[in-house]
């Protein structure tokens, strides 16, 4: 990858959005965050987007609806989606790359957004 | 005789006519002898009459004899002393005269032969007094022609008397034979009529008995049909009675025990010969369940009062000191004139149903927590991830105000975390008294957990508390409660939907002072079908995600603080959906806890209308008499 990747995190939680924003950019990626996924779905269509990392549980539409209206801009993107749920619908988690749990620590979060990097690298 | 149908009317119907038959034709021929008689005396009336005419005749005859016989000696002699006869009978021929002319005219004798004789009479008196003018005669100097002129003139007197007489005679043998005639058939009549009369009462009477005694066998017999029904009747009520398996216990209107039946002596330990007679509150021992203070006073009154019925729940203390949960209905007896006339009380043994309700309690207060899972999940799981991602920027941070910051914020997330905890947790931890609950900070708990839910769906919750919003109970049920609600609410709201939470003092339409909370939502509404069974147990409209007994448990938690829950549709207002009022008084709580303690089993009375408060309608009076909790 020649340049710094770009995520897009979606949260409506807005202090953990921010937390996980510096967390990020101190790993060194350049980070757009939106509070409801209309508005992240703006930022995907305008800017160059490596990576969502996705929260499920959101007024309005939830982690899986955002999933799918992304994968219909672009089938390939990398999404991380992260939920406080222990369990999450079936579809929803094959709409995604990879589904992780919130809560479970800064570095298995850059683990994760890496591990959904490298994944879409393989399949170009 | 065998037409009839047969009934005390008709026997008393038939006996009546049975005596007044014969009664009647004893009096119509009472009547026909009294006419008959009466026409005898009238035939008797004439003949009198016509007697006393004849005398007169007679006694007319006698003095024109006596002056006929005194002027012939006169003349004979020319002795003026032998004319005192003939003056003599003066004055008797005038009376005699007199009277005949006054003889009525139904005499036998005619005027025209009373004036006729008398003609004849003054005609000889008038030829007589000539012959007395005369200078009293030589005896040779009556000559035969002056002799012959008297003669000639008395022989008419004598026709005329005769003609008189004879008519007279032959109209009283007339009258005398026609009376004796009259008699005679009067009598003949007399015996045929007694003979037919008697023939014809004997005949009726004798019918008419005969009726009578059919009629009163019939009677009879059908007073030992109606008997016998009745005896059926009552034995089909004793087996009945017999065979439900409710207890049933009958009371006089002093509050004495007049009838058991086998499930009522068997629970009381009581047998029917040795209850009989006693006060109710002897044998049918009701105490609270939690104080075991008696409960049942109010049935020794009921016999003799106004109140339709009471109903009682608490436990029944048997003779051998065994004890049941009962659940007891009683109700006064009204006579036909509507006056109370003792009462009747049926109860159950509803031991294994309370058991089976407290295990249902229990499994509600889990699937509340269910339900809040996801949302608790969530609301922990996110402040947690900023805290875990903090203490990475922490420990990778050099500069120290940076690293402060992060603290304070990992420090405010933690806090979170342990409110939500501790608003989950205290659903669990119940004071052991009530104790002051502030509705606001309450409901502000609630929806903290509820949050997420809502949020999740952008149902929109708008609160708005009118103060003071304080009451007397348990926090932890009383949170129960308005989870249950305002989950219930937001359901019904959906995706996009809108919650509204008033709290407010209750005003004086609403009866004492307390607190209302009420909960509207933006849904559709209650379907009609679903109202009437809203507080029944598994009344669910969710399906399989609902227990269906949210409402019931909640009822039950608000009765138990003395309060009530109303549900209904709103028709005015931009929130047309349901809208579910809770009234909490204000110390209620704090006064029953002096009676019972806190863990009691909480039952819900079965629900009639979700448009009904949650008193019930059946009670006299609250409080002791229906000890729910």
């Not at chain 2, 009258?175 to 045929?192: E, G, P, T």
Request: glycine share 8%; aromatic share 4%.
């Amino acid at each position: 990858m020649s340049r710094v990747p770009t995520i897009l995190c979606i949260d409506d939680e807005v202090l953990g959005l921010e937390i996980r924003k510096v967390v990020l950019e101190r790993e060194g990626y350049v980070v757009h965050t939106a509070t409801d996924g209309q508005a992240g779905l703006r930022i995907f269509r305008q800017q160059p987007i490596d990576a969502v990392v996705l929260d499920f549980a959101m007024p309005g539409m939830n982690g899986g609806a955002v999933a799918t209206a992304l994968r219909e801009i672009r089938p390939n993107i990398p999404i991380l989606l992260l939920s406080a749920y222990l369990t999450l619908p079936q579809e929803v988690q094959q709409m995604v790359t990879l589904v992780a749990n919130k809560g479970d620590g800064a570095l298995a979060l850059l683990r994760n957004v890496k591990r959904i990097l490298e994944i879409s690298g393989e399949q170009p | 005789m065998t037409d009839s149908p047969v009934g005390l009317h008709e026997f008393n119907r038939v006996v009546r006519t049975t005596l007044l038959v014969p009664v009647t034709v004893l009096a119509l021929l009472a009547g026909l002898l009294v006419w008959q008689v009466e026409q005898a005396l009238d035939l008797r009336q004439h003949s009198i009459v016509d007697s006393r005419v004849i005398d007169q005749l007679l006694t007319l005859q006698q003095h024109a004899v006596d002056q006929e016989t005194g002027l012939r000696a006169y003349q004979l002699t020319g002795l003026p002393s032998l004319l005192v006869p003939y003056n003599a009978a003066q004055p008797g021929i005038d009376g005699a005269l007199a009277a005949l002319q006054q003889s009525p005219a139904t005499a036998v004798i005619t005027p025209a032969q009373v004036s006729r004789l008398q003609q004849d009479i003054r005609a000889w008196q008038t030829w007589a007094a000539g012959v007395l003018a005369q200078p009293a005669p030589a005896p040779e100097a009556v000559t035969a022609a002056l002799t012959q002129q008297g003669k000639g003139l008395m022989d008419g007197v004598r026709q005329d008397f005769e003609d008189a007489l004879g008519t007279a005679r032959r109209e009283r043998d007339a009258y005398d034979a026609k009376l004796n005639q009259r008699v005679s058939r009067f009598l003949q009549f007399v015996l045929i009529l007694a003979l037919a009369a008697g023939i014809t009462i004997g005949i009726f009477a004798s019918s008419r008995l005969q009726r009578v005694s059919s009629t009163y066998e019939l009677a009879l017999e059908e007073l030992q049909e109606w008997n016998a029904k009745l005896t059926a009747s009552q034995q089909l009520l004793a087996t009945t009675l017999e065979s439900i398996g409710d207890a049933v216990i009958s009371l006089t209107k002093e509050g004495n025990i007049r009838f058991m039946n086998a499930v009522a002596q068997k629970l009381t330990g009581w047998p029917l010969s040795a209850a009989t007679g006693h006060p109710v509150g002897e044998v049918l021992r009701l105490v609270h369940p939690q104080t075991h203070q008696p409960i049942g006073d109010v049935l020794d009154e009921l016999g003799r009062s106004d109140a339709l019925g009471v109903r009682l729940e608490g436990t029944l203390i048997a003779r051998d000191g065994s004890d049941y949960a009962v659940d007891a209905k009683a109700s006064t007896v009204v006579d036909a004139e509507g006056h109370a006339d003792g009462s009747v009380v049926v109860f159950r043994d509803v031991t294994e149903l309370r058991k089976a309700e407290v295990t249902l309690i229990a499994n509600e207060k889990l699937a509340v927590t269910g339900r809040l899972a996801a949302s608790i999940a969530h609301e922990i799981h996110n402040p947690l991830d900023s805290v875990a991602n903090l203490h990475f920027l922490i420990s990778q941070e050099g500069d120290p105000q940076r690293r402060s910051d992060y603290l304070k914020l990992a420090q405010q997330e933690l806090g979170r975390t342990l409110q939500i905890s501790r608003a989950m947790l205290s659903l669990y931890r119940e004071s052991p008294m009530p104790v002051q609950v502030n509705l606001e900070e309450l409901v502000g708990s609630v929806l903290l957990l509820l949050d997420r839910k809502m949020r999740d769906q952008n149902i929109r919750v708008e609160q708005s508390f009118t103060h003071p919003v304080h009451v007397y109970g348990y926090p932890g049920e009383l949170r129960q409660v308005f989870t249950n609600l305002i989950a219930n609410a937001g359901e019904a709201a959906g995706p996009n939907g809108h919650v509204r939470i008033q709290v407010r003092p209750a005003s004086p339409l609403d009866g004492r002072a307390g607190t209302i909370v009420e909960i509207a939502d933006s849904g559709r509404g209650i379907a009609p079908h679903v109202e009437k069974k809203l507080f029944q147990p598994f009344m669910t409209t969710k399906g399989e995600r609902g227990t269906g007994l949210g409402l019931w448990v909640s009822l039950g938690i608000v009765q138990k603080h003395g309060g009530t829950v109303r549900i209904s549709n709103s028709t005015e207002g931009d929130l047309r959906g349901a809208v579910v009022r809770v009234y909490l008084p204000e110390r209620s709580a704090q006064a029953k806890a002096e009676e019972e303690d806190h863990d009691a089993p909480l039952i819900a009375p079965p629900f009639e209308s979700a448009e009904e408060w949650a008193v019930k309608p059946f009670s006299v009076g609250a409080g002791v008499q229906q000890p729910l909790l």
